[in-house]
């Protein structure tokens, strides 16, 4: 498939191609036959690109605030390194897709192979979307008329938390495409309504809508229009779906308002608000979320939990509807809104118009049908050091999400790994890290690392329930397996693994880098083999939403069993002895809001005689250093802070060892398991070791999850 991205460091825009993407048990897979561009939005995303790093820095302040936390705790280099890697990400652009059905998920049931629907899915020649995230399209309304559908329900959404009735008089800010279908549905709805905008044309197009009109300025015109149009009462709602960094249409909206009138922000515009405006005329403010209820909520857009109709009335797929349903009664006229057209492969044509031209309004993309592609060639141009070479491992890579690309892959290139294929779902990513690391194919479909005899070695970078799976199949077939942790996420799963790799001839990884850290292997060094040691581990983890994946038990495994098991194997290789008995201590913090505690302390006794603590703590402060390891032993202490800085204390020879950045040996770690397979030697990792710990963390996790 070819897609339209957005490159956030250099400003450019780009047609790429890239694997089809492959549908999940709720998605569809959708051959595109038009989009919209939102001009507003991917205008301003075109524009922050192509900004230089300070004009960028001054649009995002709460990003610079993080920038600075993230240099006092993890150094400048390693700070300096996130954001550029993070701004060479490329973002998908477009969500307002027409197209028809090709593939359904095996768990979707609303829709059936050939159907026309809309959805939020990105400008591509086939996307792959949730069924919750899409609507049937009625046969009187074109795909043209249809791709406004996600674009209105924006508005339509800012309408329905205004809650508007019949015969009151609303002031819409803001005559752009949205603005411009919010009024056409508030007058609907028997609504009066008043548009405010700087274009006269749109304000042109307004008035043929039966809307009053105001030409903004600064000089109060638009609330003495306000005030004449309801003869000095003031309005009952504004919906600002105007797109600016001022607070202006946010102070004449709180000024032009009744008292206890509703003020509804659709758009973007400054937020420095008089508290007075507010106080004196008890009016309501509230922000509204995209299309609807459902919208970032995973359970709904991505696995398909509909919203009981009962309950929430209007959920984001049936505003998708609501508004189809407009537009196929001609109560909403979006033809009138369509100035431009352009073919899917002159897209970027489109995107240099929106630069250039102020009476841009709805640039319609066109698409072509074209044959699936599973499997990209991305050979051309390759670096010798990274093609296949005999009696070295070749490489293929499953998951290019956001910790694979900006810091496992870039450590299999550092390391003149032979890297052949990189596999992810999305298609995009693969294509997107594929080339800028140096693979020769980016796939979609993991049959293409499975099945390829030229591949000897896989490496397993995906969500954590499916590390096992995955792993198995790779042993299976007597590859060599590198997998980020956990290995397993429950015992099911770990002893299938355990079997795979008994009667496997490859060897297997898991991605506990830790103790591949430089600073580690000198604590190691400086360590006595032969005495009890008390190790104490501080993990100031920082709080992750109950939301979020990793705290879903059944994907992620949650924070013990994905996280914490790092230290436990930590704690296992510093001690050098088998874990004995362990106990967990958990915090119930009400403020976190998590099903499963994220914030305990395992306690580990070894065989030895040795103890190791660790305390992975969820409810600290961001500011604070992220780890801190410390080993008394026979008068001496060692203290490693966020793998910057170690001290010895008690030492003879040795006092400190600090670097400019963060080394936590994932480089290392990687380059051990390639030299392991290159000279045929053991796992850089016992085998028996990375099942005991995965074990034990299996345990530990289901005592305070109450499985």
């Not at 010798?384 to 070749?394: D, F, L, M, R």
């Not at 049959?447 to 390829?452: I, L, N, P, R, S």
């Not at 008068?635 to 600090?658: E, I, P, T, Y």
Request: charged share 20%; aromatic share 6%; proline share 3%.
């Amino acid at each position: 498939m070819k897609q339209l991205v957005q490159y956030l460091d250099s400003g450019k825009t780009e047609l790429v191609d890239a694997p089809d993407p492959s549908p999940g048990s709720h998605k569809l897979l959708i051959d595109s036959r038009c989009t919209l561009v939102s001009v507003g939005t991917e205008k301003m995303l075109v524009s922050f690109g192509k900004a230089s790093y300070l004009e960028k820095a001054r649009q995002q302040p709460d990003k610079v605030r993080q920038v600075l936390d993230k240099v006092k705790t993890d150094g400048l280099m390693t700070t300096v390194d996130a954001v550029r890697s993070k701004l060479a990400e490329p973002i998908p652009l477009g969500y307002c897709h027409v197209g028809t059905v090709a593939e359904i998920g095996g768990k979707c049931h609303q829709f059936q192979v050939g159907q026309r629907v809309v959805s939020n899915g990105a400008h591509a020649s086939r996307v792959c979307v949730g069924e919750n995230l899409c609507a049937a399209i009625p046969d009187n309304v074109t795909d043209e008329h249809a791709s406004f559908t996600v674009l209105a329900s924006i508005g339509l959404q800012g309408i329905r938390l205004a809650q508007p009735t019949l015969g009151e008089k609303v002031v819409v800010i803001g005559a752009g495409l949205i603005g411009l279908m919010t009024i056409q549905m508030l007058i609907a709805n028997g609504c009066e309504v008043l548009a405010i905008d700087f274009d006269e044309s749109k304000l042109e197009l307004a008035q043929q809508f039966g809307a009053r009109t105001c030409k903004a300025g600064n000089d109060g015109e638009s609330v003495k229009a306000a005030l004449a149009f309801t003869s000095g009462v003031g309005v009952d709602a504004v919906l600002v779906t105007a797109s600016t960094q001022s607070s202006q249409p946010m102070s004449d909206a709180a000024t032009m308002c009744r008292k206890r009138g509703r003020i509804v922000l659709v758009g973007v515009t400054g937020l420095e608000l008089n508290r007075s405006d507010f106080y004196e005329k008890e009016l309501s403010f509230q922000v509204s979320c995209s299309y609807g209820p459902g919208r970032y909520d995973d359970d709904y857009e991505q696995q398909g939990q509909d919203y009981p109709i009962g309950f929430v009335r209007w959920t984001e797929q049936r505003n998708f509807e609501a508004v189809l349903q407009l537009i196929s009664s001609g109560k909403l006229d979006v033809a009138t809104l369509i100035s431009h057209r352009f073919k899917f492969n002159d897209a970027i044509e489109a995107y240099d118009l929106l630069t250039s031209n102020s009476a841009v309004l709805g640039v319609i993309l066109t698409y072509q049908p074209t044959e699936p592609v599973v499997k990209v060639d991305l050979s051309t141009g390759l670096e010798t050091g990274n093609q296949a070479i005999a009696g070295k491992p070749v490489m293929g890579v499953i998951g290019a999400g956001n910790f694979s690309s900006r810091v496992l892959i870039p450590a299999l290139k550092a390391n003149n790994a032979s890297l052949h294929t990189l596999v992810n779902r999305g298609g995009l990513s693969s294509t997107i890290h594929g080339k800028k690391a140096g693979f020769q194919f980016a796939s979609s479909s993991t049959d293409d690392v499975f099945e390829q005899s030229a591949i000897n070695t896989v490496a397993v970078l995906t969500r954590h329930d499916s590390h096992a799976e995955l792993t198995e199949q790779g042993l299976q077939q007597n590859k060599n397996v590198f997998v980020e942790k956990p290995i397993a996420i429950n015992h099911e799963q770990l002893q299938r693994v355990k079997d795979a790799h008994a009667a496997s001839s490859g060897i297997l990884m898991v991605g506990f880098n830790r103790r591949f850290s430089p600073y580690v292997v000198k604590m190691k060094s400086l360590l006595p083999s032969d005495a009890p040691k008390s190790v104490v581990i501080t993990v100031n983890a920082g709080h992750i939403p109950a939301e979020h994946w990793t705290q879903d038990l059944n994907v992620g495994g949650g924070r013990l069993m994905g996280e914490a098991c790092h230290f436990i194997d930590l704690a296992r290789h510093l001690v050098d002895e088998v874990i004995i008995e362990a106990k967990i201590s958990v915090t119930h913090d009400t403020q976190q809001q998590v099903d499963v505690p994220d914030s305990f302390t395992i306690l580990l006794t070894h065989a030895d005689g040795s103890h190791s603590s660790i305390h992975y703590l969820s409810n600290g402060a961001a500011s604070f250093p992220k780890e801190r390891i410390e080993v008394f032993c026979q008068g001496k202490v060692l203290q490693l802070d966020n793998f910057r800085k170690l001290v010895g204390f008690g030492f003879n020879g040795f006092k400190k060892q600090s670097g400019w950045r963060q080394e936590k040996g994932h480089a290392q770690g990687i380059s051990a398991f390639l030299n392991a397979i290159e000279k045929g030697l053991p796992s850089p990792i016992d085998a028996e070791e990375l099942f005991e710990v995965a074990a034990l963390s299996i345990d530990l996790s289901e005592q305070i999850s109450g499985s």
